[in-house]
Every structure is written in C-alpha cells, then in structure tokens.
C-alpha cells in the first residue's frame, strides 16, 4: 500500500539525505547484551576515517564510561554490519569498507557480562 | 399560538440536522474534497447516529456552569498555596510531563477536529466534530491554568508549547498528533476518537488524575472531573464512527482494519511515557502500569473487539507483542529518561529503596532479574559522586521518535532492531509495529523530523548540546534539567516545608 494523497504524485523530502550533513554520514553503533546505554548511539562522522578511529576515538567517547569498555577483548569481540556478519579492517575508511550513511554496526562481547551479570 | 419554548426533540433536529442544506448550483464534491481520497465509501450519511445528543445552546450552558466551579478551585488553591499540599516535590514531574507533552495534543485535537468538522459530507459528523473541537481547545486552557499556580514554585513548566515543538522526547507526542492530523479525516477520526480516545484514553486520563488525586494536587483533580463528561462523549463518538463506517459500506473494512493497526501501535508507544510516569513518576503509587493496561486494555479492549468481530474487525496487530511489554516499558523508559536526565526539562531520580522493593512486588518475573541491577548499578555510581548521564546522542526510530530502547521480547537484554530500505535511503526502527507502519506509507515518514539528526544537521543551534538546549529548547539549564537531589526544586521545598 503506498500513501494515499489527496492529490496524485505526491512525494516527501527526505529529511536525512547524506547531503544535509555537512560532509559526515551517521553511524549507528550499539553494543549487544549490554544496557547501561539505554539505546544504541548516532554519530555523525566523516566518511573517511578509518574504522581503527571510529572505534577507539569516537565510539571510546560514548561508551568508554562503561567499566568494561577497557577490558573488551577486539581479537575475539563479534561485529555486525546492518545485520551481516562483518570484520572490520581498522586502517580502512568507512566509506571503503561498505559503512555508509546511516549504517547500523552492532557490537558483541560474549565473555563480559556486565554488573551483576545481568547485561549493564 | 405557536409555543414559546421548542420541545428537545425539536430543537435536537433544528439545531443538529437541519443546518445542512443541499447544494443545488454547487457541486458537492468540491465542497467537500476531501471526503473521498481515502478511499472510504459513504452510501447514506444520515444513517450516522450523532453520538453527543447535545445542542450548541445546551453546550455553552452546561460547560459555563462547570467552568465557573473548575476555576473557583484553581482560585482556592492558589490562595491555599496548594503547591506545598502535594505528596512530594517529586511529583511536580509528573506535572511538567504533562503540560509539555499532553497539554499541547489538547491543542492538536481542537485543530483537528476543526479540520474534521468542516470536511465531512454529513452533518451530523460535522457537529459532532466541531463541539469536540471546543472542547479541546477548553482542555488546553483550563489545564493551562490548573498548571499556572505550579509555574509560579517549580523549574520547567515556563516555556511548554515551545519545547512541545522542539524537545527531542516531546518529538514523540507532537509527531504522533502531527502524524493523524495529516491524514484524511476518517483516518484521523479511526486515530484520534476511536483508536486514541476509546480504547487507550483510560491508560492516560485515569494515570495522571488518579496520580493527581493520591498526590495531594488538587487543581489537577478537579480539572480531570471537569473533562470527565467531554471524555465520554468522545468515546462515544470514537465507537460511533466506527460503527458507521463498518455498516457503510464492506470496502471501508480493509481500511479501517489497517488504520486500528496503525494507531493502536503509535498509542501504545505514546503511552509508553505514561508507564514510566505510573511506575517511577508518583510518589504515591496509584497501580503499577502492567496493572493498569491489564484493567483497561487487556479486559476492556477484549470485550470491545469481540464484539467488532462481527463485522470482521480483528484484534490490532502486535497486540501479542504489546501484551509482553508491559512488563518491561516502563523501566526501560525511566533508565532511557535517568540517563538523559541532563537533557530533560524535568527532574529525573533513582527510585528509593522502598520503590524498588514496590517495583519487585509488582513486576516479579522481570524487575529483579533485568532492572533492580542498572539501579543497583546508578546507586554505585552516585554514591561515588559519578551521577550517570550518558554522553553522546542515541539512535531514534523513524517512526514513533523514541530511542531504540525496547528489547525484543523473547531475549530481553537484547534491543530490538528493524530497518528497511527505501529508494536507496536506509531507515530504522524500535519495532515490527513502527517498521509496517513506515512500509506502509514511506513518503510520509521520510520526513520524519528526528531531533536527534536535526541537532547532527545543525538545524538546533549548538555546537555543544548545552547551546541547544538553551537556546534551541530553552530549558534553564542547571535548573529545569539534572537529578532532583541537589535541584532548585528540592531546596525550595525544603525550605517551605522547613527542612535543612
Ligand atoms: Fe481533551
Ligand atoms: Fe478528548
Ligand atoms: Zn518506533
């Protein structure tokens, strides 16, 4: 069913195009089995950056607050790519590496099970 | 000799039914254009049974009467420094929560039965949509007034239609309204009067008045007791516009089915700010939110779509879903609020210990296993002069605009995630209800107004979140946002009530 309008050739403006973003795209990172965040985080950043700087600069600025930020273990933490199996080359941009604007990357880290054990 | 006064049934005819008139040079289509787009079809609109028996001469008389009762106890209270009779300043809240995000739908819902109540072919619809319309616009003020008194004690209640417009949580109510009151009107009527205020108005009025009346806030009651008799008229109007429009024509079936879906969905998710209010807003609770929507949906909605089955109406879509959650909403609700708790225009806490216990007693398969912990976990923190607030902004769902903070149901430590993509465009989601309801009309939730790619765009000021919130929201910050220990509200309790 599509949008039933009170005239015919009726479209909306995409509100969120990669153009309004003065040079960045959004990334949405969540950390999975873990609820001291409430919800995952957007970021807005450069599409060039390399996953190495997504991960350690910009995702460390939102998550680091967590205790167990510092003990993730990155050579056997899971990641998923808008819901595909993914493996991150940390030297190779966003862009290059199929991240694109309003990409959703998930985080897991099995061996932690936050206080209490009970996912925080 | 004719008689000087009309007899009611009478008057009912003249007043009601015979304002219409036919249209013999016009056509009556262009007089009403938008009565087909939707594809709705009306075979015999006096077939409509105007749900309010009232006339406009009874209507002024009788809510002039109420009026003058509602506005001689704000008076009462404002003289009797009513503010210092509430339970606990904690409540005031509650207060802030309404006013910024309920008081404006209010407002919404006088402009868009306005709307409605000029677009409808019929009648008796158009009158019945315009007294609702004067009713809503009453709702706004008097609320506006009951509140006027807290204004003058408690931070966050001075700026409340211009945060409504631009707060990132209060996108929530105000994209929802926005939402029906760009729809057809029989779509906004299914929204608003059938599917918001039949089924699930008693999961919003009875909260916040029943919580008023336990928490000493007498202004709040009294104006809830005045809207008691327009809210059963708008149930009834609610019924009957679905009644008339199953019994009109088998077509309109399909459509119908489709839009109680729709905002069956959308309200459970507006509602979901109502469970956090119920079980962590109220100092004193009235009943947990699992209790109330058990009361009020479970047994109520039942019966009312058992009995819409005859006319091959189903129960709304995820209600299966929707049924689970209530055991979670809230306390996801309040964590996603305590931890944005420095962008908020209202105070936010970690529940006490007496609370938490509550809140184990009411919730016992699932608060002592998924939520006691963040709480344990917020107090560790506090006590270590570390009150959490999460940095950074989070992932909203494109279609209710509430953070992609619900879990799926079946592993509830893990959020739920849905996406689609459209022309190219990805788009997510907090739920299967959200995810249809885009799929279903993407060219209208492409352009979904999300604060939190909004502030990304730099369309909210900025470029710290401490600019946009006091110039783009305008929320006195250090006042109006942060925890309640330590609040400007807190000391002038304190100080009212004597305490060091
Ligand atoms: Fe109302
Ligand atoms: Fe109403
Ligand atoms: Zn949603």
Known sequence: MSLKTLKPGYSGEVKDRLENFNGNQLVYVGWDHQLLFCAPFTLAVSPDIPFGQLRDQVMASVFSPHPEWTQINWDSAGWLLDGKAFVPQLDVSLQAQGIDHKSLLRFQTPELAGFMSAAV | ?500
């Open chain 2, 1 to 500: 000799m004719a008689a000087k006064k009309l007899n009611t049934k009478d008057k009912y005819r003249l007043l009601t039914r015979d304002l219409d008139w036919e249209f013999s040079y016009e056509d009556r289509k262009q007089a009403f254009p938008f009565e087909e787009f939707e594809g709705i079809k009306i075979t015999d609109w006096s077939k409509w049974e105007d749900p309010f028996r009232l006339t406009m001469d009874t209507y002024w008389k009788y809510q002039a009467e109420k009026e003058k009762k509602l506005y001689a106890i704000f008076d009462a209270v404002a003289q009797n420094n009513g503010h210092t009779n509430i339970s606990d300043p904690r409540y005031a809240n509650a207060l802030k929560l309404f006013l910024t995000g309920v008081s404006p739908l209010e407002y919404q819902a006088h402009q868009g039965f306005a709307h409605t109540g000029r677009q409808f072919g019929g009648v008796g619809a158009r009158i019945a949509c315009q007294m609702q319309s004067i009713d809503e616009l009453r709702h706004v003020q008097t609320q506006v007034h009951a509140m006027s008194h807290y204004n003058k004690f408690f931070d966050g209640f001075q700026d409340w239609s211009h945060m409504h417009d631009r707060v990132w949580y209060l996108s929530v109510p105000k994209s929802f309204f926005d939402d029906a009151r760009s729809a057809g009107p029989f779509e906004f009527l299914v929204a608003i009067s059938f599917s918001f205020e039949y089924v699930l108005t008693n999961l919003l009025f009875v909260p916040f008045m029943s919580g008023a009346a336990y928490n000493g806030d007498m202004a709040t009651v009294t104006f809830g007791f005045s809207a008691q008799s327009d809210e059963a008229r708008h149930m009834t109007l609610g019924l009957e516009v679905i009644k008339f429009l199953l019994e009109q024509h088998e077509d309109n079936v399909p459509i119908v089915q489709e839009w109680i879906d729709k905002w069956f969905w959308r309200g459970t998710r507006l509602l979901t700010l109502v469970s956090m209010m119920m079980d962590y807003m109220l100092p004193n609770k009235v009943m947990s939110w699992k209790e109330a929507w058990e009361v009020y949906f479970e047994e109520a909605g039942g019966a009312l779509f058992k009995d819409l089955a005859r006319y091959g109406i189903r129960a709304p879509k995820y209600a299966e879903t929707i049924e689970k959650e209530k055991e979670h909403v809230s306390h996801q609700a309040w964590w996603l609020f305590y931890s944005y708790g420095d962008a908020t225009a209202f105070h936010t806490w970690i529940p006490s210990d007496e609370e938490l216990d509550w809140l184990s007693e009411k919730y016992p398969d699932t608060f002592d296993k998924y939520y006691r912990p963040r709480w344990e976990m917020a107090k560790k923190m506090e006590a270590q002069g570390k009150r959490f607030y999460t940095k950074g902004l989070p992932q909203l769902c494109n279609c209710c605009q509430i953070p992609l903070m619900f879990t799926e149901m079946d592993n509830p430590t893990q959020l739920a995630y849905r996406d689609t993509v459209y022309k190219d465009e990805r788009y997510h989601f907090c739920s299967d209800g959200c995810h249809d309801i885009f799929v279903a009309e993407p060219e209208k939730y492409v352009q979904s107004w999300l604060p939190v790619h909004q502030i990304l765009q730099g369309n909210c000021g900025g470029p710290g979140l401490e600019d946009v919130l006091r110039d783009y929201y305008r929320m006195n910050v250090g006042a109006d946002n942060l925890d309640m220990k330590g609040s400007p509200d807190e000391q002038r309790w304190n100080s009212w009530k004597g305490v060091a």
